[in-house]
């Protein structure tokens, strides 16, 4: 099979995929993948998107076993000799490359980070992370290579270098982007090493990417919606470009009218905007339009969670949770507690349900898992809350604070009708806290937590001056926390958002660098340092 008619065969798979019709998609693949490198990328992908969702040993093993044959027939067609190293010294060398060969390179990159994607999953230990690191190493020296081709190659097929270019710019951009997101320290180390992380350039790569009439296009456009409707909104401030990720999103949801990804997407905007009824709508459209990857639902039912909790749905954010428990292999700790949590929050508790809540909790630790030797940060704040809940049988506002350390409020604050009832509550519960400080055996852990989501509440409901207020009594009060260490350095942190919103730039880098120079050791701390970074 020539070239175009392999890249031709690839985009339709790619369009079949995208209209989640997933098994015509792989049979269309299939018959070339050990002879055709687009073919061989095209089939690998479908399984390593399948292994990735559903996390079962068998899936993992198939898309390893595809991925490794992907890049035995990419490495077939690929310029093995040492022009790697030769380019920066004699471009005319790049015009040697035949087309073929150049297009291998960018498939054997996209299957390398594949593979290296999944070796961190097939065996949880150290030394496959070391082993996935070193394929990502290898795979972003190829996507540098392929884009100084693209930049210093002649072209004499304008059709064949516009597909090449889309894919060089989708890895380029999604490298640079995602990286740009890592913490200071990180992010220092790896440009040391030879990565970049210039999140500006790899947006605009991005973009030049998703206006192209090429095969990558579309999953630019995808890159480009998830990471300014989820990725700011869970590492970052919450500060997405929603009008421009629309304006990328609204061609797509017309020519993949049924597309359950895109549909998602659409939910996802209107959950961002604070349109949470709508959102529940795209949400369930989305399930409704494929049942082959019953395992995409999942991400469609944790957004549904999460909007039934904006909307104070106690009962049905805890029903999605036990589905996803039930259901998902990603985390059964992680689902098990905000399945518990979730119910706290349902007012007239009675004897019985309060039993079932300390069953619930007894489980989380139990489930806990361990990847390299380590639990997930989320998991063992899980656990601690649950040991606390075992110990006392209470915990305060477990439900808002869920929300609060999942960068919730970010979207909560969109709609003032969603925050002035948390406020309400909030409120409420810092008055009880008050009468019965004496009888409180942890009064001061909850008293800031509940003073936090006070200040966050504030902040969004356009009262700066009590909001700061209340972050800096929860500062004040960190030698009295005897368990959510987490807390003041979180305070901090709001702190220096609140005066960055406010343009105070030098109080506002202050409290930042203050966060992750002064505070050590609390439970998601690496989860703060990425929002610190995304202000910094």
Same mark, same amino acid.
């Given at each position: 099979? #020539? ?34 490198p ?11 998107? +399948? ?5 079962e ?64 999953? $097939?065996?949880?230990s150290?030394i496959?992370?070391?082993k ?6 290898? *795979? &972003?020296?190829?996507?540098? +290579? *392929? ?10 097929? !304008? ?12 890895? =380029? ?18 440009e ?14 991005? +973009? ?35 009008e ?36 529940? =709508? ?14 995409? &639902?999942?991400?469609? %039912? ?15 954010a ?23 949590a ?6 007239d ?15 989380? !630790? ?9 639990? @997930? ?12 809940y075992?110990?006392?049988?209470s ?5 808002? $604070? ?9 979207i909560?604050?969109? *709609? ?24 409180? !055996?942890?009064? %001061? #852990? ?17 009262? !700066?001056?009590?909001?700061?207020? *209340?972050?800096?009594? =929860? ?10 260490? %987490? ?7 709001? @702190? ?13 880098? &202050? &409290? @930042? ?12 701390e690496?989860? @703060? ?8």
């Amino acid at each position: 099979m #020539d070239l175009p008619t392999a890249i031709a065969e690839a985009i339709e798979g790619l369009d079949l995929f995208l209209n989640c019709r997933f098994a015509q998609a792989k049979s269309l693949m299939q018959p070339w993948k050990d002879h055709s490198p687009y073919h061989a990328l095209g089939y690998g992908t479908i399984l390593f998107m +399948q292994a990735m969702m559903t996390f079962e040993k068998e899936d993992i093993k198939q898309a390893v076993v595809n991925l490794k044959s992907a890049i035995s027939v990419c490495n077939r067609y690929r310029r093995r000799e040492s022009w790697l190293e030769t380019l920066s010294q004699k471009k005319a060398q790049v015009n040697q490359l035949t087309e073929v060969e150049i297009h291998s390179e960018l498939c054997y990159a996209e299957c390398l980070l594949q593979r290296a994607c999944l070796t961190f999953v $097939e065996d949880e230990s150290l030394i496959n992370f070391v082993k996935g690191a070193i394929k990502i190493k290898n *795979c &972003h020296s190829c996507y540098k +290579q *392929c884009l100084y081709i693209m930049e210093n190659r002649t072209w004499e097929d !304008p059709a064949l270098k516009v597909h090449f270019e889309s894919g060089v710019r989708l890895g =380029v951009g999604a490298f640079n982007v995602m990286i740009s997101l890592l913490p200071g320290k990180i992010l220092k180390l790896l440009e040391f090493v030879g990565f970049s992380g210039n999140k500006a350039f790899g947006l605009s790569q991005l +973009q030049l990417g998703a206006d192209l009439d090429s095969l990558r296009a579309p999953l630019c456009s995808l890159y480009l919606i998830g990471y300014h409707t989820v990725v700011l909104y869970i590492l970052g401030l919450g500060d997405g470009d929603l009008e421009l990720a629309d304006r990328i999103l609204q061609p797509c949801l017309k020519k993949y009218p049924q597309g359950a990804l895109f549909l998602f997407f659409a939910g996802r905007m209107a959950e961002v905007r604070g349109n949470v009824p709508e959102a529940i =709508v795209k949400f369930e459209e989305s399930i409704v339009a494929q049942s082959e990857w019953r395992q995409f &639902h999942h991400l469609c %039912y944790w957004e549904l969670m999460w909007c039934h909790a904006f909307l104070g749905d106690w009962l049905m954010a805890a029903s999605y949770a036990e589905r996803l428990f039930n259901e998902s292999k990603w985390s059964k700790a992680c689902y098990m507690y905000q399945r518990a949590a979730f119910l706290v929050m349902c007012e007239d508790q009675t004897e019985d349900s309060r039993r079932n809540l300390l069953s619930l909790f007894r489980q989380v !630790p139990v489930l806990k898992q361990r990847i390299a030797g380590k639990s @997930l940060p989320i998991e063992k704040f899980a656990v601690d809350k649950s040991a606390r809940y075992e110990e006392h049988q209470s915990l305060i506002l477990p439900g808002y $604070e869920l929300i609060y350390v999942w960068n919730g409020f970010t979207i909560l604050g969109r *709609c003032r009708a969603l925050v002035e009832p948390v406020l309400a509550r909030v409120e409420a519960t810092l008055q009880e806290l008050d009468r019965e400080k004496d009888s409180t !055996p942890l009064y %001061y #852990d909850d008293w800031c937590l509940a003073t936090v989501l006070k200040g966050v509440c504030l902040k969004y409901l356009d009262h !700066p001056t009590e909001a700061e207020g *209340c972050f800096q009594e =929860v500062v004040k009060c960190a030698p009295q926390i005897q368990n959510d260490q %987490y807390l003041p350095a979180y305070a901090c942190a709001e @702190l220096g958002f609140l005066y960055l919103q406010q343009s105070r730039l030098q109080e506002a880098k &202050h &409290h @930042l660098e203050k966060v992750l120079t002064q505070y050590r050791g609390y439970r998601l701390e690496s989860r @703060l340092h990425f929002r610190v970074q995304a202000a910094l």
